[in-house]
């Protein structure tokens, strides 16, 4: 049975309760659960009940797991062994070896907050989130830092956001008369879109393998249009990469929960039970990786590109955020009865406060080369932020500005005409799958991060301005000599203030684009567009005053994800550049060849062949252009290159290089149509797509 191993290689409360004294225990929940500081004298007592449990479920090694600005994880692996006076060893794990560990911070992304020569790094243990074993290694999931102290992972800033919320929540819940709350935690669960593909065609790839898309590619003759992968049978050798998958999260204490395709074929989707943020972003990071891991087992390989496939969807990562306290009340849950429920009013007007007032922070929480391609496409939100909410709440927050009665909706039954089938009442307000920041009940719903992103980004973000805003609220509301007055004024003030951020229609239609600009709304369609917005006045200012970031670490990371796109297009080039000259061009070229010597061969005969003289024309055309934008590819590249300054290499690489490529890619694939399939050197689309049955 599933209970019977669902966390059975997670270091977690069960374990530490049936393994530790009752005074080491208890304070240690307290540090969990409170947010208590950690009682570093009963360390010794965790790290030996750490390694005996470990080395029983067949641990060797341990590691401090940690997430650097790079994007994934890193972990150095240490033996538990010493060496003993009769030359054989003995297992030992210090207390130290729990709480502190020493990196090589040198190969890391820095932003310049330490100079390549200066290599010494820290990691610290993170009590509140437990341990696990992960291929015979202790896991030890930690924070990251410099020797100075600045932030050089993303655990640390998602901590300090979270600790921020619970200040200014447990404020807030004061007002209302509720002081036995002891901790406000925000809860996220983000769902994980993904393809999976044949290991043997994606073998064959260079562009899969180098940059996890594909940057050539025709259309297959088929794709999404017939709507008939979305939620339909999973394929054999899908389901059983899904049950293996299932067991290994499971195992992990990761709350796997739904699984179904998705839009485009090859595409599907794993969604979890939504947690606590900073585990919720530890399993997803561990989610994203043992995805890898098991496809390779069934010969596939799991995609996480936000857009593998030019022509059908791509992948996103939605950020389901909630905020609940520790007695299980979600602050963000409307009742029955929403237009009475002022603590719910006075949660969700500081969401839709800080949500317009940082949307720019917002969109650069999820800001990637891979992002850039999807965002605004069919399948996406536009890079415009807005926010749903749906009829209920609209009409209560109208009702509040206009200081006027709400009138309730009336929840109707749904009738389906068939008496057999069971009656139930429906939702006051339908979903809106287009809306970037949707609220879906008791949570939102932020669908604009990236399928491969760490959740990390999006959420500090959300928790710091949520956070900000809660305590402007606070500050003006505590004191007060007439709460519900002033608490009233408040509320109306704000949804005045704030509603051109709610947008009940279809985001995906190009009349709201023009909409959001008349309302003032951004569009920041880039990550050279959007990122610069970090470093304005009223953004360093909020996250700082939050204590989530210092004003350097805010610069380095700019300097980071500027870094990583340009990188990462430039890699992006490069492979083009070597696959249009050393596969695509000799392809087109031998295929040519063939066809001219078909046309000799007809006419010797006295054959027409119109075929062969118009696809020869066309394909010695399209082998021109080809090549000469090769050409002007390398030289673009090579001079971007030359360029020290990330944010002008950035800025060319949006408005010069990449408009270049997809030039290049314009002609390669309409070659593709053209030429023979069995001397076109890779897999195309349609194998790729539809191979894995």
Known sequence: MISDYFGSMVFDDRVMKATLSAEVYESLKKTIDEGEQLDVRLASAVADAMKKWAIEKGATHYTHWFQPLNGVTAEKHESFISPSPDGRVIMEFSADALIKGESDASSFPSGGLRATFEARGYTAWDPTSYAFIKDKTLCIPT?????????????????????????QALRILTLFGNTTVKRVRAMVGPEQEYFLIDSDMYEKRKDLIFTGRTLFGASAPKGQELDDHYYGSIAQRVAEFMQ?????????????????????????????????????????????????????????????????????????????????????????????????????????????????????????????AGNDHRLGANEAPPAVVSMFLGEELTAVLDAIENDAPYESVERKKMLFGVPALPQFLRDTTDRNRTSPFAFTGNKFEFRMPGSSNSIAEPNVMLNASVAEVLEEFADRLEGSENFAEDLNTLLRETIKAHKRIIFNGNGYDSAWVKEAEGRGLSNLKTTPDCLPKVLEKKNVDMLTRQGVFTETEIRARYEITLENYAKTVMIEAATMIDMAKKEILPAISAFSTKLVRATNDKRNYGIEATYEVVAANKLAELTTLTYSTTEILEKTLLKIKAIADVTEQSNMIRDIMIPKMAELRRYADEAETMTDESVWPYPTYDKLLFAVR
């Open 244 to 368: 293996d998958l299932n067991v290994e999260l499971w195992k992990l204490g990761i709350y796997a929960k739904t699984e179904h395709n998705e839009v485009a074929p090859a595409q599907h989707e794993l969604a979890p039970i939504y947690t606590t943020t900073n585990i919720a972003t530890d399993h997803n990071q561990l989610t994203m990786e043992i995805m890898k891991k098991v496809a390779q087992r069934h010969k596939l390989v799991c995609l996480l590109h936000e857009k593998p496939f030019n022509g059908v969807n791509g992948s996103g990562k939605h950020n389901n955020w909630s905020i609940a306290t520790d007695k299980g009340t979600n602050l963000l849950k409307p009742g029955k009865t929403p237009h009475e429920n002022a603590q719910f009013l006075l949660f969700l007007c500081a969401v839709i406060k800080a949500v317009d007032e940082y949307q720019d922070l917002l969109r650069i929480s999820v800001a990637s």
């Open 143 to 167: 924070a990251f830092t410099s020797y100075g102290g600045e932030a050089l992972d993303k655990k640390t800033p998602l901590l300090r956001s979270m600790e921020a919320l619970n200040k």
